[in-house]
Nanobody
Framework: QVQLVESGGGLVQAGGSLRLSCAAS????????MGWFRQAPGKEREFVAG????????DYADSVKGRFTISRDDAKPTVYLQMNSLKPEDTAVYYC?????????????????WGQGTQVTVSS
């Protein structure tokens, strides 16, 4: 069973940047697509970004396109989410996920393994 551990969250002012990391316990994660999701209080968990097993294709929610970048380093093995030009509406708990297929899907059912989440708070 793959274990995922997120880090890099914190408090930042609007317009600032953060880089989230998600470390996997097994190198077999290189066989799967990776996704980042977020959940704000009182809201459903939503897709943020995803990357295919090979790293050759990425997908982003419209709300973060042009500001966030997902990448992966299978040698570590870790997936990253670089978040720039942060807005207060980006405030949420961010989760990474993996484990059902090689290609990015936007639904939570497309992922078998989840991290515990890391809090991102953007102040105005």
């Amino acid at each position: 069973q793959v274990q995922l551990v997120e880090s890099g969250g914190g408090l930042v002012q609007a317009g600032g940047s953060l880089r989230l990391s998600c470390a996997a316990s097994e190198r077999t994660f290189s066989n799967y697509a990776m996704g980042w999701f977020r959940q704000a209080p009182g809201k459903e968990r939503e897709f943020v970004a995803g990357i295919t097993w090979s790293g050759s294709n990425t997908d982003y929610a419209d709300s973060v396109k042009g500001r966030f970048t997902i990448s992966r380093d299978d040698a570590k093995p870790t997936v990253y989410l670089q978040m720039n030009s942060l807005k207060p509406e980006d405030t949420a708990v961010y989760y990474c996920a993996t484990g059902r297929g090689r290609y990015v899907v936007r639904g939570t059912l497309g992922y078998a393994y989840w991290g515990q989440g890391t809090q991102v708070t953007v102040s105005s």
